[in-house]
């Protein structure tokens, strides 16, 4: 029994029956003592065996519309250098040619390809059949035709490829092989909303009209490409030439419908600080839009809570987490990673067209920024809860007490201006931008206070 490829040299050794020889000698009194030969091992001249794959056909079933062509593959036997022949059972249905494997369809009907191995037995030296194997194959007429896709709903910019086969079972080297024979026009409702080009194009281009537009797309495969939100519907017509059974001619429809690809608008990676509430956004925001919560076992969370908005509940600790988002309708979803970090600088960033100069009347605006102990610069989007605060403190009342931590976390910040007369009407907008009111000529100076921590510990700016 072969266990593994490769080759080996096999004896056989036998010990045959026990005729045994009897050996005299004679003592010097006299005595005649007997003794009794080795048994004796006959062995034979060692044979070369090979353990070869075993030889078959792949498909091992094929079946072809009259007047169409196949080559299938021969895999295993025992060496590359054998000779191999090739035979029909019925030549009248199908013929093979007799050195390589290029199978013919003539008539209905179902015939057996063998095809044999040939070399020498190692044993006699003469010729032998080393390994054989046989394929079926089945000469149709299809009674019908479909478009397969791997799916109906496309996102956009997404390529597919959409493949023409029988109700009979003929694979698409059936149909494909028989360029002579079959004819396939492939048309999109709508061009916008989907893209058409076929296999046979990519080489020879698509067929087109007088005016030179693209008509249709030949070939039994097209690649189809989403350009645009919508519905359409992709059509296929072949036309089969039978020869002594005519010309055949089916047709499919395949509905595809395109949806819009799933992106982030907030970032991939969020940097907040600790206790302060966002929101992750997307451009299908207004989708049935599932949100999910995954935090690495043995590592503290950054994201305490996930509402079905997408608003998020950063931990009051250092921590990380990742928030999914999913649009299960379309089979999409991405991820945001979401790391919560203390608060080590805090700066007040003049935005542009105002700087240090405000005419009277204009409203100048300044970026609140934020970063940790390695510089990174914290997420300040629309959806991050800094709220405003005054400078005579929420807490107490009490004119210049400093503000304490209150129940909205770490993102509270308080922000005035030393002189109101000059420039005030201080507050703070959508990502973290303070606004300010130039009144009169003057200089002020703007002051940003933020709680770090729960003992009153603060950055000013």
Known sequence: TGQELGQSLLSASVQPPAHRRL????????????????????????????????????????SLIPGSQFTPRLDGGPHSGAKVSFVAANATVATVEATGPVITAHKLGTTLI??????????????????????????????????????SRLLIDEKIKLTVRSFKGQSP????????????????DDSEVIGLVSQRD????????????????????????????????????????AGEYGTIRLKDTQALTCAQRLLLITPQRMLLPPGVSARIRTNMDHE?????????????????????????????????????????????????????????????????????????????HLHVQLRDDLGRVFFMGSDVSLTMGDHQGTTTGAPGDQRHMLETGFGDIEVFSNDEHVAGDLRIGHNGTVTVRGKKEGAVIVKLWLPLSVTGRSWNT
């Open 288 to 364: 049935a839009l599932k949100y999910s919560l995954l935090t690495e076992p043995g590592r503290s969370p950054g994201v305490l809570s996930v509402d079905a908005f997408g608003r998020i509940a950063a931990a009051g600790a250092p921590g990380t987490s990742v928030v999914v988002v999913r649009d299960e309708l379309n089979e999409q979803w991405v991820a945001v990673s979401v790391e919560v970090k203390a608060v080590s600088q805090v700066s007040l960033v003049p935005v542009p067209p105002y700087y240090a100069t405000v005419p009277i009347g204009a409203t100048a």
């Open 23 to 62: 050996d005299a000698s004679v003592d010097a009194d006299g005595t005649v003592e007997r003794t009794k030969s080795a048994d004796r091992v006959v062995s034979s001249e060692p044979t070369l065996v090979h353990v070869f794959p075993a030889l078959q056909f792949r498909p091992s079933f094929i």
């Open 173 to 188: 080297f059936s149909l494909g092989i028989a360029r002579d024979a079959v004819r396939f026009s492939w048309e999109v």
């Open 202 to 241: 990519e080489l020879e281009g698509p067929a087109r009209d007088p005016d030179g537009g693209a008509l249709y797309s030949t070939g039994f495969s097209s690649w189809v490409t989403a350009r645009s939100v919508g519905k359409t519907t992709v059509r296929v017509a072949a036309m089969i030439v």
């Open 114 to 151: 063998t095809a044999s191995v040939h070399g020498v037995d190692s044993t006699t030296g003469k010729g032998t059949v080393l390994a054989s194997a046989c394929m079926t194959v089945e000469v149709a007429l299809p009674t019908g035709i479909d478009i397969f896709t791997p799916t």
